[in-house]
Every structure is written in structure tokens, then in C-alpha cells.
């Protein structure tokens, strides 16, 4: 069960960096892609947590297995809506530049 | 070895994502990301976990991956806009104006972040080291009631039957995303097609690989979802590979983005959970319970329930990643 361990504090270094591009990125998709990290980190913790409940045949515990491929596909949702919002924003903000640079070259 | 092998990957995959979020330009960032996806599918794998392993390299790599990418060229093509959430917090009540003391200010607030994050990590670590021996486990009851559901593979046996709640409230957060991203369209009506993957024509590369390799990823689609009942593999997996083929169809040129008013269009996307809903309906009648399925012919609903369910998350997930109607505003 090494690999539990080794995999499990790994989750939760990925956790901690994740929660450091969060703090830190200058860039709003910085900040998707430091979620997204911390989110993989958590489900490496829970992934180590299942490995540890190997039994009955199985490499893993199944339960928890089956919600982290929940949470992948959920946290796969929040990121693409979060990007469509940035998209959108960004294309706000273009049409706005533009606006206010014709308003300034007119007399 | 194994253990050398596991602690060089774990070194790795955190190399990778301090890479990522160090990172200042978006572009390499997102690379930097998938790759990071790629290791940690092989980490599920060494955690004896296949069918995370599947989901996380197609879904977290590979399908976040083009909708990243997607967000950094639109950073690029962009480059007069002022970097957002840096003004926004320059303006804020409470901080210095713009450019009086600002390097200082960052430093210190990097200093401050890197003593969170690390406060987390090592939190997170005593957790993790501090974990009950024995183990608890719900392997045991899983494997008992595993053969009255016919299926031969346990996470798709909690993903359906056990846990059935979960994946049926999952489908309806993927609804709730696609009608989110479709509500930030420009037509009120959502009826045009989406703006196309990549603008201009597709290089030739982009269109060979997607000829010779849809036909194989779209066999291995399908089989997925059919051995899914037993060995690794699920609607999930099943899902995110149809959807990947049908997006390098895309990307190659080959197939257009559908008009997101098509009725049979909408049918596929609301079959899945509708379906899965109707079934769970069905229960009560038929065993006594929401959610149940009906003794003795298990396997087959099961197996209906996976393709409505595939089919509709293939195609969600094509459109998530598509984006809202392209279409301009009307009067």
C-alpha cells in the first residue's frame, strides 16, 4: 500500500500548488486552471483513500472510485461554463473597447 | 522498482502543475495542463483505478484540454484588452493606486499565497498520513451485491445501480451546464449553429488524422460501452471518446457544427437523463423503490439506460465544448 501513501501526499502537494495558482494567476484563465489542479489534487486524496480499502478482489474500493468519476465529469461542467463566461466577457470587453475608440476619433 | 517508478511519476505530475501554475502566458500554461492530465490518468492506473484512469485522460486531458486552448487563443487574437482581474483589483477599496509601490506589493502577496498553499499541502498531508488502519471499506458489500445486478465491473455497479442517485443528479449538472453556456449566446432564440472549433480551413494534417483515426476511436466508443458491464470501461468513458472523435471530425473539417435549434438534436441530449429518470420512475412500480430496477431482467435496463445515456453524454459534451449559438442579437 506504498503507493497509496506516495500517491496520497502527492494529492495533497497538487492541492497546495493548486491553491497557490488560485492565489496568484495575473489571468482569469489562471485561475480555471489553478481550480482545476487543486480539484485533481482532492480527487488524488480520495483516489489513495480508495486504494487503501482494496478488498474482496478488488485493486480498490469501488464507492469511492465510482464519485471520483462523478466529480471529474462535474468539475469538467464547472470549468467549461467558467470558460464560456470568460469567452463572452472578453468579447464584451472587445465591443466595448471599440465603441469607446470610435467615440474618441469622432469630433 | 515499483516504488522508484511511483515516487519519479508523483515527482512528476507536481512538476507539472508547478509548471502550470507558475507559468505567466496562458498558451503553455494550457499545455502544460494537459500533460499534466496524461500523468495523472497514469497515476489512476497505478492507484488500480481504470476506469478513472479512462475518464480523466478523455475528460480532464483531452475534452477540457480543447476548451482551454480555445480560451487562450482568444487571449492571444486579443491582446489590447488589459488583463482583467489584475486592474479590477487595483481599483478595489483598500489597495495602493496602480504603479505607487506595486512591485513590492506583489512580492509580498506571493510570499503570502506560497504560506497558504503550503499551509494547505501540509494540512492536507497530516490527513492523509494520519488515516484510520484498517482501512474502512465498502468493497465487501459492494462485491456481495455485485451479482444481482448482472454486472461484472463494481464502479459501473455504483455508478448505476448503488449510486444510481449521484450519476442521474450528474447528467442533470451537465444539462445545467450546456443550457448555461448556451445562455451566454448573443441570439435570444439559441437556434444557429455554434461558431466553428478553429477559424479557416483545416490543414491537412488535422483532416488525415481524423480520417483514419475517427473510425477506430468511434469502435473503441462503442466497445467501451459494451464491456463497460464487466471489464473497465462505462457510458462515461464511452461518452467522452465518441465525443472526442466527433470534435477531430471537427477539427479536421469534415463534419460541421449542427444548428442547436435541431429538435432531433435536442432529443439525443435530453434522452439520457429523461430516460434514466423514467426508469427510476419505473422502480417504484416494478421493485418498490425509486431507482430500482426490475428483478430479473437487471442487465438489460441497465444496458438501455447506458446507451440513452452515452448518446446524450457524447453529444453534451460536444456542444459544451462547441459554445453558445454564434448568431447576432435581433430586434
Redesign the interface.
Known sequence: M????????????????????L????????????F??LG??VF??F?????????????????P??????G??????????A????????TA??VE?QAGHEEETQP | MTLLFDVVLALLLLLTAFGVVTTGTERPAVLAFMGYGLLLGLVWVRLAAPDVAMTEIAIGSGISGIVLLRAARSARSSPHLPATPRTMMAHAPGMKAPGEKAPDKGVSDRKMAALVSVGVAVLLGGVVLALPTPAPSLAPQAAEALPSTGLGNPVTGVLLVFRGLDTLLEKMVLLLALIGVWALARDPLWRGAPAPLFPGIAPAPSAFLARVLAPIGVLVGIYLLWAGADDPGGAFQSGATLAAMVLLLMMGGLVRAPALGSRALRLVVLGGPFAFLAVGFLGWASAGTFLAYPPGFEKAVIKAVEIAITASIALTLVLVVLGPSAGEERP
Not at chain 1, 49 to 62: E, L, S, T, Y
Not at chain 1, 83 to 90: D, E, G, K, M, T
Open positions: 506504498t503507493e497509496a501513501l506516495i500517491y496520497g501526499l502527492a494529492g495533497a502537494a497538487l492541492a497546495g500548488c493548486g491553491t497557490y495558482g492565489l496568484t494567476a495575473t489571468h482569469a484563465l489562471g485561475r480555471i486552471l489553478g482545476n489542479i485533481g489534487g488524488l486524496i483516489g489513495a483513500i480508495a486504494r487503501r480499502g482494496a478488498g474482496a478482489g478488488f485493486g480498490g474500493d469501488p464507492v472510485q465510482g464519485l471520483i468519476i462523478t471529474i465529469v462535474v468539475a469538467f461542467c464547472a470549468t467549461a461554463l470558460v464560456a463566461l470568460l469567452l463572452r466577457l472578453r470587453l472587445a473597447a
